[in-house]
């Protein structure tokens, strides 16, 4: 009898546990507010490579990334997509292929951020608290901030924008078009991604220009808001004699404000002389838009005055929020903002983080490595390394500031699968490593 009543007292135990974590979960789905271990905004390039690596350490439940879009583009795939090499689906994949497993996946925008309450807001009013924050949200393109755009892409065809995924896939067919002409490429006076990505769509125009026979009749334009053609003097020193030889005209401090599309008219301040316009015809009209921070970080109370997320530039965490950390063009870290200075962050800010969440010393340091691979036509490129210094940071041991075939090989693919299989899966920090192992003790300067 006392056996029997033991065994019924035990099941009533096992009966009501069971009802408090059944109603544990059922009060959390009603409470507007979720709570994680980790959360990352962002599903960009540094958003799933934060996302995969402390999936791995933290387990499922524990990591939450806030990301809208359903689809995932390797952005960098885009000059050769306009350049006719690629095309738009090569860059695409779907959202939930590329985030990992385990984490939650809010599919929602981050509209507000409470760094003393620890929580992010989304657009669907859903509040989302966090131990520690991750921010990726990238750059949004300004297109509205030029007077005239984006309607001249509905009015004119020969108006493209290799950074626009409605506009990309335009580029190509624009290039076959042009018949002679001003051809005109421009860059901003704001930071962008991939500083180099407005003159690498040029360089293979002007090649299709000449293997179409309309080079001759054509005025191929370089209008940058930049003082110079490139940041860094070795890399500046090669692409200066390519645009020389090849007889592209290069026009500095000139911002582009205005597009009229009826007219074919193109409008751009001399930034040396503020206020004065200068108006150019255009046959064919590469747009790069002024960018900045998604509108919704760039007023919240994370970010400097520039609108970008404040971090240490070294150890990537905030300057004001120990447990906030950011990744990516977002961030105020000042380098040129490339997937490939994502990957060396990433690397970085795991180890930072992970000992800021064990109450460790930070020990590992973001020397503002970054890379562009200039394309310079089909089958060359440059590939620039650099660091904070606007120093070359070579990986290979040759002089990479020749246009080579291997290096074009290397953008065109196998930097593409180094994206999708490694760095979203949060298995690889750039090839500092590597580095030292190919070069065999030499410097980095890539004299050889």
């Known amino acids: 009898m006392k056996m029997a009543c033991k065994l019924l007292q035990n099941s009533r135990v096992v009966i009501l546990e069971g009802f408090k974590s059944r109603s544990r979960k059922f009060s959390t789905s009603l409470n507007a507010q979720k709570n994680y271990k980790l959360v990352v905004v962002g ?108 309607e001249a892409f509905d009015l004119d065809p020969q108006v493209v924008s290799n950074y626009w995924t409605k506009t990309v896939v335009n580029t190509y067919p624009a290039i076959q078009k042009f018949k002679g002409g001003n051809a005109i490429f421009t860059f901003p006076n704001t930071p962008i991604k991939c500083a180099g990505a407005p003159q690498k769509i040029m ?15 054509s005025e191929v334009i370089f209008n940058t808001a930049l003082g110079v053609i490139f940041g860094v003097k070795k890399y500046a020193e090669s692409l200066q004699k390519i645009v020389t030889a090849r007889n592209i005209k290069v026009n500095y401090k000139r911002n582009l404000v205005e597009v009229r599309g009826a007219e074919r008219e193109a409008v751009f301040e001399n930034l040396d002389k ?73 690397g970085v800010l795991e180890r930072n983080l992970s000992a800021v969440m064990n109450g460790a010393k930070q020990s590992a340091q973001y020397d503002g490595y970054t890379s562009c691979p200039l394309i310079t036509s089909r089958g060359k490129c440059i ?51 590597y580095r030292k192992l190919m070069r065999f003790g030499m410097g980095s300067s890539g004299k050889a």
């Open 203 to 217: 360089y293979l125009a002007e090649e299709l220009f000449r293997k179409n026979k309309t080079r001759q009749d």
């Open 274 to 346: 503020p206020g004065e316009m200068e108006v150019f015809k255009y046959d064919l009209l590469h747009v790069t838009p002024p960018m900045s921070t998604p509108d919704e970080l760039r007023t919240s109370a994370i970010v400097n005055e520039a609108g970008f997320v404040n971090v240490n530039k070294e150890t990537l965490q905030h300057t004001d929020y120990p447990n906030i950390f950011s990744i990516g063009d977002c961030n105020s870290a000042p380098t040129s903002k490339t997937a490939a200075a994502v990957a060396a962050q990433s």
């Open 43 to 150: 599903g960009g390039s540094g958003g799933c490579a934060v996302a995969s690596k402390f999936v791995k350490k933290l387990g499922a439940g524990n990591v939450a990334v806030i990301e809208p879009n359903q689809t995932h583009y390797y952005q960098p795939m885009f000059t050769l997509i306009g350049g006719g090499i690629k095309t738009l689906s090569d860059s695409a994949r779907p959202m939930k292929s590329v985030l990992p497993a385990k984490c939650d996946w809010i599919q929602s925008k981050a509209v507000n951020f409470d760094p003393v309450g620890q929580k992010v807001t989304t657009a669907s009013g859903e509040e989302v608290g966090y131990d520690y924050l991750v921010v990726a949200m990238g750059l949004q393109l300004n297109f509205n901030k030029i007077k005239g755009l984006p």
């Open 383 to 433: 590939l620039a390394e650099f660091d904070y210094d606007a120093q070359p940071l070579e990986t290979f041991p040759v002089n990479q500031g020749k246009e080579r075939s291997s290096m074009y090989h290397l953008k065109a693919s196998v930097m593409p699968e180094l994206y999708w299989k490694m760095l979203l899966k949060g298995n690889w920090n750039g090839p500092g490593v």
